[in-house]
């Protein structure tokens, strides 16, 4: 079963995300606040995608996402925003989100972010690859328990940034392009702006780098993109 939950005051453009989505084959649960948002998380747990308005009475969507991933690292969280809320944007994306649909959208669009994001998180809960660890000086990649150790000592990651390190170990000095990033992390079918690998490569320098200001180790490559040195 294919679960998500759907935070949005607005009621028409809530029953609109509903629809579609009950359409492609997905189980919804709607709520019109973001405290409504928590209760159903709550007494319900284990979606797999959630979509949350910023601007919502009570609790806004940034202090949802935020509480969800506190509580299940594994779920794919996707901000609506308007076209103005650029700074909310990156702060969805620095507070755990793994993606964002700018408002007015079409149901094409938000079922392709949905299905995306969807398809990420059935993979990390139905991952069935055999043992492997990945490493490189202190930093130890667990691909089976889905965890990051830095000198024994555990790094919480998100799904998207437990990804981007996959993709960095396994290519170790290599300068990989924003485009290529994005096609392993985000899948060949993404639609939005590579200037969210930007976002959540920051985000990520900020939890393995001792200076996330002056990075040794997850290194930027000026008119490429970025690489992994040991």
């Not at 989505?21 to 019109?32: D, F, I, K, M, P």
């Not at 959208?105 to 993979?123: G, K």
Request: a negative charge; glycine letters at 8%.
């Amino acid at each position: 079963m294919k679960r998500v939950l759907v935070a949005e005051d607005e009621e028409a453009i809530r029953e609109f995300i509903v629809i579609h989505l009950r359409r492609a084959g997905y189980t919804v649960a709607e709520a019109a606040d973001g405290v409504q948002a928590m209760e159903l998380f709550e007494k319900q747990g284990d979606f797999d995608v959630a979509i949350l308005d910023i601007m919502m009475p009570e609790m806004d969507g940034l202090e949802v996402c935020k509480a969800l991933r506190t509580q299940d690292r594994n779920i794919g969280i996707i901000m609506l925003t308007a076209r103005t809320q650029e700074n909310d944007k990156v702060a969805g994306l620095l507070g755990g989100a793994d993606d964002y649909v700018t408002k007015p959208f079409s149901p094409t669009e938000l079922m392709a972010r949905v299905d995306a994001v969807y398809r990420r998180v059935a993979l990390v809960k139905g991952r069935t690859k055999p043992f492997s660890v990945l490493r490189s000086g202190d930093f130890v990649l667990d691909l089976r328990s889905r965890t990051l150790c830095c000198g024994g000592s555990p790094i919480e990651l998100t799904q998207i940034e437990f990804q981007l390190m996959e993709f960095f170990l396994q290519n170790q000095g290599d300068a990989l392009s924003r485009a290529e990033i994005l096609r392993q992390v985000w899948g060949s079918e993404y639609y939005g702006e590579d200037k969210i690998v930007d976002v959540n490569i920051r985000r990520l320098r900020m939890k393995i780098e001792q200076d996330p200001s002056s990075p040794q180790h997850l290194l930027t490559v000026r008119g490429i993109g970025y690489k992994w040195m040991n």
